[in-house]
C-alpha cells in the first residue's frame, strides 16, 4: 500500500491554469504506474493521465494537448499540469498507484482534490 496526498486543486476561470500535486509515502520509481484520475458530479470515475516507473505516458482524449503529467524522484511526487482548462474540467482529482508483484496488484488513493473551472 501507499499512502498518498494530493494538492493544488482550487477554483480557477475558463482558459487558466492549476497543477495538481501527489505526493507518495514511497519511491515513486518503486511504484509501476501512477495516475490521476477525476469524478464529476452525476458521473462515473475517468482516468485522466498516467505515468509508468519507466516514463511512459498516456492521456484521455479529453485532455489531450492540454494537460501534462510529471514526476519529481526526488520529492516522491507526481505533478499533473492542467493548461486551457473548460468548465468540463470540473471535478474531483483523485491520485492513484498501482504496484504490482508476481502474485498481486494494488491500487492505491489519495483523497482527492476539487477542481472547479467556472465559466
Known amino acids: 500500500q501507499v499512502q498518498l496526498v494530493e494538492s493544488g486543486g482550487g477554483l480557477v476561470q475558463a482558459g487558466g491554469s492549476l497543477r495538481l500535486s501527489c505526493a507518495a509515502s514511497?519511491?515513486?520509481?518503486?511504484?509501476?504506474?501512477m495516475g490521476w484520475y477525476r469524478q464529476a458530479p452525476g458521473k462515473q470515475r475517468e482516468l485522466v493521465a498516467h505515468i509508468t516507473s519507466g516514463g511512459s505516458t498516456n492521456y484521455a482524449d479529453s485532455v489531450k494537448g492540454r494537460f501534462t503529467i510529471s514526476r519529481d524522484g526526488a520529492k516522491n511526487t507526481v505533478y499533473l499540469q492542467m493548461n486551457s482548462l473548460k468548465p468540463e474540467d470540473t471535478a474531483v482529482y483523485y491520485c492513484?498507484?498501482?504496484?504490482?508483484?508476481?502474485?498481486?496488484?494494488?491500487?492505491?488513493w489519495g483523497q482527492g482534490t476539487q477542481v472547479t473551472v467556472s465559466s
Open positions: 514511497r519511491s515513486i520509481f518503486s511504484i509501476n504506474a
Open positions: 492513484n498507484a498501482r504496484t504490482s508483484t508476481r502474485v498481486v496488484t494494488n491500487d492505491s
